[in-house]
């Protein structure tokens, strides 16, 4: 049977009838009932679509009806995939929700939202659905993702004896027929916003809202004829499926579209050892990750010999210009170019290889601002690290700097020459690279790079530093404020049960206010400088974007995190947070012993490293953005302390209402 190609139910089905058994779709270290476990475990595309087609079954049993919201409060794991399917098989709308929430955030998400079903990950989450329904929240059932200890209370299931409650009760017929009842204008989702500047809402994104910004997020030529190749890259699913970033780019666009292999990590902190077990083909994550790997080699190359840390800086270069070309689509010079792959030799391909990247092809950073010095530094490495810019109510993606053929080149023009030279840069920078296998350590594969990349492939361009030009559809332009407006097939029906929020977030001629400030050079790319709400007015009267100078002073090799403070005050100042293993390792190297973190920061020496950092940033400022005074914290800003939202991103409000002693001693001193 054909299913619809508008829908995300539509495709997810067409997709399992079209791959069955003989593709993997899903991978975790849970077993198949979602215990946690030491072995990683598969689903198939079958194993995945009789799963969901099970469930719709049993949820339909339970009452579940067309239109109806269910909330998935889960992290990201192959259930979740399952859960979401089966919901849409149903033609209800899923509501999902961070697993980090308090059970009052729980609470008030489920009952704005008028869930009466929650499917809960594990019994933890459960029981806080538990809780939130003993505390009033109209909560009728229950389902867990894995298996129950004990006696469960009334009103709560497991997967399983969901599963068991529609066999026999509803038929694989009536299932087909809501599948290709589901229309593109039905609501799919109900997202809530993180929540930076005040309480949730919940953005409405329709079935068409989806499916739009899945096209507009696989249409470049390298994506299309990735398709084409029947290629099934492995993906490290890490982001919360819950957000718009991680479930377009790793679910939508990554398996539904392009029939990826989702293989979901155990954590964030285990990503570095899931790397290396896995050697994914695409990464796609936050810029803290980058950060991260960049820091972390940096780290290491600086206590290696002046011979060690000279070939690096050497080979560090060479990539520079490698980047240069691509940012503006032209050829390297060829004694450049021979240099270049052999600092991939030497250097990049075993720092690959030792941090699990060596089979990467395609990186993507989302979910906030990446330094351009991260980003030339992976892009030197041979990943395509792409970034991206959207928010929840744009589904989310609006601009996508990713490797396309420059304006100049016309990739369907190319002719039969040009056609056979991008076929070649597709089998040796994806298809070999996908199995580890470098173009630089085999002459044949060097001798075709080389080829190819004279004639067509240093037309491909991507500029660090931007966000990319607008996507397939959409329109965009700049308010005389400076805010970036969008419109386009991605944009949300508005906000559940908020009609006025709702009002207010267009202009009266029908465009989005995203909220952020922006600015568009000669060829299109977009560069993000702040969030409106977030730019500072000094007492002088300046206007200060905090957002560049946090992200200077946490590129330094010893700072991890930066909160700027100084709207409508005299002068900056700043909360910091020491990367404290690297202030670890250096207290070891220099002989400074410490009990506890907080007294490592009160050590002299450490003292005057991070003065040394912000000294550094405050030379490249203007006098009026130069942070005055800071104070340096012990303990890291976190989601659990509720600094941060899921998506790590700083809530101001919080920080400087938790911090509020420190901030007012700095501006009384």
């Known amino acids: 049977m054909a299913y619809r190609t508008d829908t995300l139910c539509g495709i997810f089905h067409n997709q399992a009838l079209r791959y069955g058994d003989q593709v993997e779709l899903l991978r975790a ?108 929240v109209p909560i009728e059932k229950i389902i867990t993702m894995c298996s129950w200890n004990g006696t469960k209370p009334e009103g709560v299931y497991t997967f399983a004896e969901v599963i068991a409650l529609g066999k026999g009760k509803v038929s694989d017929e009536e ?42 997020c696989s249409n470049s030529t390298l994506l299309r004829r990735q398709r084409e190749l029947g290629l099934h890259l492995t993906h490290l699913v890490h982001l919360p499926l819950c957000h718009v970033f991680g479930r377009t780019s790793d679910y939508h ?69 490698y980047c240069d070309a691509m940012a503006t689509a032209t050829r390297m010079g060829q004694l450049d170019l021979l240099q270049f792959a052999l600092a991939n030799v030497l250097v990049f391909n075993k720092i690959k290889k030792t941090a699990g990247l060596d089979h990467v092809v395609l990186g993507i950073s989302g979910g906030g601002k990446l330094s351009k ?174 957002h560049p100078i946090e992200l200077a002073i946490t590129a330094k090799p010893y700072i991890d995190q930066a909160c700027l403070i100084g709207d409508a005050e005299k002068y900056l100042t700043a909360l910091i947070v020491p990367d404290f293993p690297e202030i670890q390792r250096y207290a070891k190297h220099n002989g400074i012993t410490a009990g506890s973190d907080k007294e490592l920061i009160e050590n002299d020496q450490v003292k005057e490293l991070i003065k040394k950092q912000v000294d550094a940033v405050n030379e490249t400022l203007p006098r009026y953005e130069q942070i005055k005074y800071y104070k340096v914290l012990d303990k890291p800003f976190s989601v659990e302390s509720g600094e941060l939202t899921p998506t790590l991103k700083l809530k101001r409000r919080i920080v400087f209402e938790k911090f509020k002693d420190d901030i007012e001693k700095m501006y009384t001193n």
């Open 29 to 136: 270290k849970l077993n198949k009932n979602g215990d946690p476990g030491s072995e990683w475990h598969s689903r198939t595309w079958k194993e995945t679509r009789d799963e969901a087609i099970g469930l719709a079954k049993g949820l339909l049993v339970l009452g579940l009806k067309k239109g109806d919201r269910i909330v998935i409060f889960s992290e990201s794991r192959p259930r979740w995939i399952i859960a979401d399917q089966a919901i849409q098989a149903c033609g209800a709308v899923g509501v999902p929700l961070y697993p980090t929430l308090t059970v009052e955030e729980l609470g008030y998400m489920t009952s704005d939202s008028g869930s009466k079903i929650v499917i809960a990950s594990s019994q933890d989450r459960g029981e806080m659905a538990l809780k939130a329904k003993a505390h009033g």
């Open 175 to 216: 299932i087909e027929k809501m599948i290709n009842s589901v229309v593109p204008d039905d609501i799919a989702s109900i997202i809530y916003t993180s929540g930076t500047t005040g309480k949730q809402k919940g953005a409405i994104l329709t079935q068409k809202n989806w499916i739009s910004n899945l096209h507009q």
């Open 373 to 546: 010095e991260v980003c030339i530094f992976i892009r030197a490495l041979g990943i395509q690290l792409s970034e991206g810019y959207g928010l929840t109510e744009t589904s989310p993606v609006i601009n996508f700097n990713e490797p396309e053929f420059s304006k100049s080149y016309d990739p369907s023009k190319a002719g039969w020459f040009g056609n056979k030279m991008i076929d070649l840069t597709m089998d040796l920078m994806i298809t070999r690279q996908a199995k580890g296998l470098s173009p630089y350590t085999n002459p044949i594969r060097s001798l075709g790079l080389y080829l190819a990349y004279n004639t067509v492939a240093h037309k491909l361009q991507i500029k660090p530093g931007t966000v990319g030009k607008p996507v397939l559809w959409t329109e965009e332009k700049i308010a005389e404020d400076g805010e970036i407006l969008v419109k386009g097939p991605q944009v949300f029906k508005g906000y559940w049960n908020l009609p006025e929020a709702t009002a207010e977030a267009f202009t009266e001629d029908g465009w989005f206010k995203t909220g952020d400030i922006g600015e568009f050079d000669k060829e299109g790319f977009l560069t993000i400088t702040d969030r409106k709400k977030e730019l500072f007015v000094t007492s002088g009267g300046k206007n200060v974007a905090p």
């Open 253 to 321: 666009t990554g398996a539904l579209q392009q029939g990826g292999i989702m293989v979901f990590a155990e954590s964030f902190e285990k990503i570095p050892k899931n790397l290396t077990e896995v050697r994914p083909n695409v990464v796609i994550s936050i810029p803290r990750l980058w950060e991260k790997i960049y820091d972390t080699t940096r780290s290491i190359v600086s206590r290696q010999s002046e011979t060690t840390q000279s070939i690096f800086n050497w080979a560090i270069k060479l990539g520079e210009k």
